[in-house]
């Protein structure tokens, strides 16, 4: 079967695409025909070996996928072969085939295309994580997602709307920032162009905002932070921008607010019930379209280089999506 691998850690280019042997599940895991997988930001850093863990050389990356069932691996009752699913696998699913460990192997109903499941896994499963959580965002909160365009944002930016809060989406232009309203923005902060913490307090008449969903870190961390409203809850979910910030404490203290860590591969690792009944619950809003991924671009396995390039270029709106 053909895979997408890194060989030695380096950029895009290093990748390989290889015929390398088909797999065979271990006890408690399945084998998936891969339809569609999903790129990410974490694929751009594993790559590199910049995140937070590094499977064994050579690997393939790409966290989420969906297809068919292929092989059951010894223990798995509740799958079978042919089934539809999609699957957050932390790594392998730039391939015609991957391994998954069955609680995060879910089934996929008829309605939904193998291209939206697999925008949706490592997206809406953070996303959804670090707003019911992790959050607890309630309706009638304020919420402000910075790297709204992209493919977490997109997502946090509909799962605001589904719990009932107004959402402010920040991005880096104009034009990202009419996209984001015509997938349910209220308001909108071009943080290249405006002070983040003004504009946002401005927006929210003095109040400051109740949570913050923070993909991207660097410079944009603090002043997010400064605009926070008493008893906030700060969303710590990925550093996109480059730089891990440093937090003055005197800044929680003051607001009395809350620093969260978000890590959905830890995650569903820890917890795979509820991470299961939270994938009953975004299924279920997928299949009544009251959210909906956002695909920016499909991509084969060959033009791998190009895809990545184009996500840390910032090109991208919402997800690409590999088709094996």
Sequence with gaps: MKAVLCESYGPPENLVVREIESLTPGKGEVVIEVKASGLNFPDTLIIEGKYQ??????????????????????????????????????WGGFAEEVVGKATNVFPLPEGISFEQAASTM?????????????????????????????GVGTAAIQIGKALGAKVIAAASTDEKLQYCKTIGADLTINYSEED???????????????????????????????????KGRYLVVGFAAGDIPKIPLNLPLLKGCSIVGVFWGGFFRNEPQVNSDNFKTIVKWLAEGKVQAQIHKKYSLDEVASAMNELTNKKVKGKIIFEP
């Excluded at 223990?75 to 079978?80: A, D, P, Q, R, S």
């Excluded at 923070?214 to 926070?228: C, Q, S, Y």
Aim: proline share 5%.
């Design 53 to 90: 863990f590094q499977p064994d050389m050579p690997f393939s990356p790409g966290g989420e996928v969906a297809g068919v069932v292929k092989v059951l691996g010894e223990g798995v009752t509740h799958l079978k072969i042919g089934d539809r699913v999609m699957a957050g696998t932390g």
């Design 196 to 230: 983040l913490k003004a504009k946002a307090k401005e927006l929210t008449t003095g109040h400051g905002v109740d949570v913050v969903y923070d993909p991207i870190g660097d410079r944009f961390t603090e002043p997010a932070l400064r605009a926070m409203a008493w």
């Design 122 to 150: 490592m997206t809406f499963g953070t996303s959804y994580h670090a707003l019911v959580n992790r959050a607890e965002l309630k309706a009638g909160e304020t919420l402000l997602v910075l790297g709204a365009a992209g």
